[in-house]
């Protein structure tokens, strides 16, 4: 099974709708990253946020994280139809020296 | 390089083939990831290099498959063997450092198995 879930699997909104994808682990991690990838090719880092951190901000991006729930969500603003593209969550294993393991992906669909 | 290289970016190759995919980390990264992913599909993890530590192989799905690091740079994934249902995209990430945390990834390689 897998460390990390997003949900929705997928999701449709208008420009300048907000996009909200949550990810949820079963496990004890160190951090817990979020990843974009556009047409099935390489991942692009988007942020990072570590385990005794609750909220993160990037640009349009906010990242929360509850330890206690072993959940975590991507709030993406304003969306354009350039933010179209897969999001992956992936956390870094506690205690398991660096490994990566990502979820299933929520694909993203922003129409103009 | 600028960037993590992969080669080929695609492969086409018969079923009981061996098949060698390569990939060139950023210089001075120390740990290197490779994934699996089948279309539309999540990324499976497959093997991790950390710096001169033994490399964790916990994800490869069989003996068919191997990897090695050579001189701590330059990474090559072999597929023994092929089966259709090894078709897929094959990502290679490094990372600077256990610190930084952030993977940076090459373009894939796509093997399609006939």
């Known amino acids: 099974s897998q460390q990390g879930e997003e949900d929705p699997q997928a999701l449709s909104i208008q420009e300048g709708e907000n996009a909200t994808m949550n990810c949820s682990y079963k496990?004890?991690?160190?951090?817990l990253q979020w990843y974009r990838q556009n047409s099935g090719r390489g991942l692009v880092h988007l942020i990072l946020?570590?385990?005794?951190?609750r909220e993160k901000h990037s640009g349009r991006l906010r990242v929360t994280l509850d330890t206690s729930k072993k959940s975590s969500s991507l709030l993406i603003t304003a969306s354009r139809a350039a933010d179209t593209a897969s999001y992956f969550c992936?956390?870094?294993?506690?205690?398991?020296?660096?490994?990566?393991?990502f979820g299933q992906g929520t694909e993203l669909s922003v129409k103009p | 390089g600028a960037g993590v290289s992969q080669s080929p970016s695609n492969k086409v190759t018969e079923k009981g083939k061996d098949v060698e995919l390569r990939c060139d980390p950023i210089s001075g990264h120390t740990a290197l990831y490779w994934y699996r992913q089948s279309l539309g599909q999540g990324l499976e993890f497959l093997i991790y290099f950390q710096g001169n530590s033994a490399p964790d192989k916990s994800g490869l799905p069989s003996d068919r498959f191997s990897a090695e690091r050579t001189g701590g740079s330059v990474s090559t994934l072999t597929i023994q063997r092929t089966q259709q249902e090894d078709s897929a995209v094959y990502l290679c990430a490094s990372v600077g450092g256990v610190n930084t945390g952030e993977l940076f990834f090459g373009e894939g390689s796509r093997l399609t198995v006939l």
């Open positions: 946020i570590r385990s005794n951190e």
């Open positions: 992936a956390t870094v294993l506690y205690n398991q020296g660096g490994k990566l393991i």
């Open positions: 496990t004890s991690i160190n951090n």
